[in-house]
């Protein structure tokens, strides 16, 4: 798992959120204690967040282009 996101650091990704939600975004780095994930240039259907952090818990899947 940790070598899937190290290989995937900066590449666009797309996450399903809890309520049906997807967003967009660029991977940046993960936390795995505290279970949040870092992600850059995070597309939302309020507009587009420059640095975000998600909660583990809060994503149901997420997908990467190898």
Known sequence: ???LLGGSRGRPGRFRLWGGIRVRAELGAADVDSGTIQ???LQ???GIQRAALLRSGDILEFSFPL
């Open 44 to 46: 939302t259907p309020l």
């Open 39 to 41: 992600v850059d240039s």
């Open 1 to 3: 798992f940790l070598r």
